[in-house]
C-alpha cells in the first residue's frame, strides 16, 4: 500500500499539543502516556512471570515434566507468530480498538487461567493471552508514536517506554517468584485482571482514534504465510531448545518456517495492497532498527535465564532469591531508558546505539569471570547485570526511535508491528539458543561444574551477539540528532 500523509483521527489532542510546544508534555498526553505505558508494562511482565511459576503449575494442575514448556510456548507462539498480523489491522480498523479489545481479551483470558482446572484450559488461556499480547503491544506502540510528534517528545515518551518494558520483564521474574511462594501460582494470572480492567475503563476516555483515512484490503496470503511462518520458526526454536537442533520438529519447523517467509516475499512482491511494502522494508532504519532490536531483546533476556541457571544450578539459590537478584538488572534498564532521550538529544542514534552497545558488551563479558562461590561472584554479577542493563536500554530506545522514524503515521501500525515482532521474537528465540549452547558446553549433565561451564560458553556467545549489534549500527546506519537516515 503506497503511505498515505494524511490520518482520520491521530490522537489529535496530544499531538497538537506536542506541536505546539515540542518539549513538554500537556495535561492530556500525560494521562494518554500513563494509560500506554501501564498497558506496556503488564504486557512486558506477562512474559517472564510464569518462568518461576512453572513447577508449581505443573504439580497443581498434573502436567507432565515434557508438557509443562508449552505453558511458556503455548504463549510464546501466538504473541510472536501474530504481531505483524494484527499491527497491520489495527492500521485498517483502528488502533484504538484494537488496543482496547485486545486488553479486555487479556483480562478475561488471564482470569480464566487462574481458575483453571486442567492443562487444557490452561493452554487455551495461555494461547488467548499471547493473541492478546501481539495485538496490544504494536496496537499500544502505534498510539504511543502517533500521539506525541517525532522528535525529543517522542524520544522521551520511548524511553520510558522502554525503561519500564524491560523492568516489566524484570519485576515479572520477581513477582511471579513472590506470588507463587506468598500466595499460589493462580495469582501470576489474577494480578492482570485489575489492570486490564482499569485500562479498559480510562483508555475510551483519554486517548483518540488513531487509523489512516485511506483504507486499503487486507492481504490475506501475505497474512497468512508470514503468521504461519513465525509460527514455524518460533515452534523451531523452541524444540531446539527443548530437545536439540537436530530434532525432527525442531528441523521441520524450522525448515517449513523459513520457506513460507521467502513465500511472504514473493507475495509482497505481486499484490497491489502488500501487507509490508518492500520499499518500507528497503528503508535502513526499518531494515537493520530491527535486527539491532532483535539482537537487543534475544541478549538480554536470555542472559537473565543464562544467570538463572547460574544462581540456582551452581550457587544453589532458591527460585524466589534468584528472582529477587534481577532488582539490580531492573534498576540499570530503567535508568537507561532516562538516560536515552537525553542522550540522543545531544549526539545521534548511531551515538546512542553504538554507546549502549559496547557498554552492554563489556559488562556481559566481564560476566565470564563469574566463579562458584556466593560472595566473590555476587559482587561481579550485581554491578556487571546494573551496567550491562543501562546499556541495553540504550540500544532498545535506539532501535525504537530508528525503527518507527521518517513514517508518516499511516504505516506507524506497520512500523510497530515490526518493532514488536523483533521484540517478541527476540524473547522467545534467546533462551532456546542460548539453551542449547548450554547443554553442548555443559556435555548435557546436570551437575554444579557442567551447568557453570554452559553457562560461560553461553555468555560468551551473548557479549559476541551485541558485538554483533555494534558493528551493524556503526556500518549501515548513519543519521544526526536522533534522525537516522531512511
Known amino acids: 500500500m503506497p503511505p498515505t500523509t494524511t490520518a482520520a483521527t491521530d490522537t489529535a489532542a496530544a499531538t497538537a499539543g506536542a506541536a505546539a510546544d515540542p518539549q513538554r508534555l500537556t495535561g492530556r498526553s500525560k494521562v494518554v502516556l500513563a494509560v500506554l505505558l501501564v498497558a506496556q508494562f503488564m504486557l512486558a511482565v506477562d512474559f517472564s512471570i510464569l518462568n518461576v511459576a512453572l ?20 504463549f510464546a507462539l501466538s504473541a510472536a507468530g501474530f504481531t505483524l498480523f494484527f499491527g497491520r489491522i489495527g492500521d485498517l480498523i483502528g488502533r484504538k480498538k484494537i488496543f482496547i479489545g485486545s486488553l479486555g481479551l487479556l483480562g478475561v483470558a ?35 508514536t502517533t500521539s506525541f510528534a517525532e522528535g525529543p517528545l517522542r524520544q522521551r515518551a520511548l524511553g520510558i517506554n522502554g525503561a519500564l518494558m524491560s523492568a516489566g520483564f524484570t519485576t515479572g521474574a520477581i513477582l511471579g517468584g513472590v ?11 489474577f494480578v492482570n485482571v485489575p489492570v486490564a480492567l482499569a485500562v479498559v475503563l480510562v483508555a475510551p476516555a483519554v486517548i483518540k482514534e488513531s487509523r489512516p483515512a485511506a483504507r486499503a484490503g487486507l ?34 519447523g524450522l525448515g517449513a518456517g523459513v520457506l513460507l517467509l521467502a513465500a511472504f516475499v514473493l507475495i509482497e512482491r505481486t499484490v497491489t495492497a502488500p501487507l509490508v511494502p518492500l520499499g518500507t522494508l528497503r528503508r535502513r532504519n526499518v531494515a537493520w532498527g530491527n535486527l539491532l532490536g532483535l539482537l537487543a531483546f534475544v541478549t538480554e533476556t536470555s542472559l537473565v535465564y543464562l544467570l538463572t541457571l547460574y544462581l540456582q544450578k551452581t550457587l544453589g539459590f532458591s527460585p524466589l532469591a534468584a528472582g ?33 552497545g559496547l557498554v552492554q558488551a563489556v559488562f556481559t563479558a566481564a560476566l565470564l569471570f563469574l566463579g562458584t562461590t556466593t560472595g566473590t561472584s555476587l559482587a561481579l554479577l550485581l554491578p556487571a547485570t546494573f551496567f550491562g542493563g543501562v546499556g541495553n536500554m540504550l540500544v532498545i530506545v535506539g532501535f525504537m526511535v530508528t525503527a518507527t522514524s521518517g ?14 515482532m523483533s521484540q517478541q521474537v527476540g524473547i522467545t528465540l534467546g533462551t532456546p539458543v542460548m539453551s542449547a549452547v548450554v547443554t553442548a558446553a555443559g556435555a548435557g549433565a546436570a551437575t554444579a561444574s557442567a551447568v557453570h561451564r554452559g553457562v560461560t560458553a553461553a555468555i560468551a556467545v551473548n557479549a559476541a551477539l551485541v558485538l554483533v549489534g555494534v558493528a551493524v549500527a556503526a556500518l549501515f546506519l548513519r543519521g544526526r540528532a536522533g534522525r537516522p537516515s531512511g
Open 55 to 74: 513447577p508449581a503449575i505443573g504439580d497443581g494442575l498434573g502436567f507432565s515434566l515434557a508438557d509443562l514448556q508449552w505453558v511458556a510456548t503455548a
Open 110 to 144: 488471564s482470569l480464566i487461567g487462574g481458575l483453571a482446572t486442567s492443562p487444557e484450559v490452561l493452554l487455551a488461556a495461555r494461547v488467548a493471552q499471547g493473541l492478546a499480547t501481539a495485538a496490544a503491544t504494536p496496537a499500544g506502540l502505534s498510539l504511543l
Open 179 to 189: 506470588l507463587t511462594d506468598l500466595l499460589s501460582w493462580r495469582w501470576a494470572f
Open 219 to 252: 492481504d490475506l496470503p501475505g497474512a497468512l504465510t508470514v503468521t504461519l511462518g513465525l509460527l514455524g520458526l518460533v515452534y523451531g526454536m523452541t524444540q531446539a531448545g527443548e530437545y536439540g537442533w537436530t530434532h525432527p520438529h525442531a528441523l521441520g
Open 324 to 356: 529477587v537478584s534481577f532488582g539490580v538488572l531492573g534498576a540499570g534498564t530503567v535508568v537507561g531508558g532516562l538516560l536515552a532521550p537525553a542522550l540522543l538529544a545531544r549526539t545521534s542514534t548511531v551515538t546512542v546505539l553504538v554507546a549502549g
Open 407 to 420: 513514517l508518516p503515521d499511516a504505516e506507524q501500525g506497520l512500523a510497530t508491528g515490526l518493532a514488536s
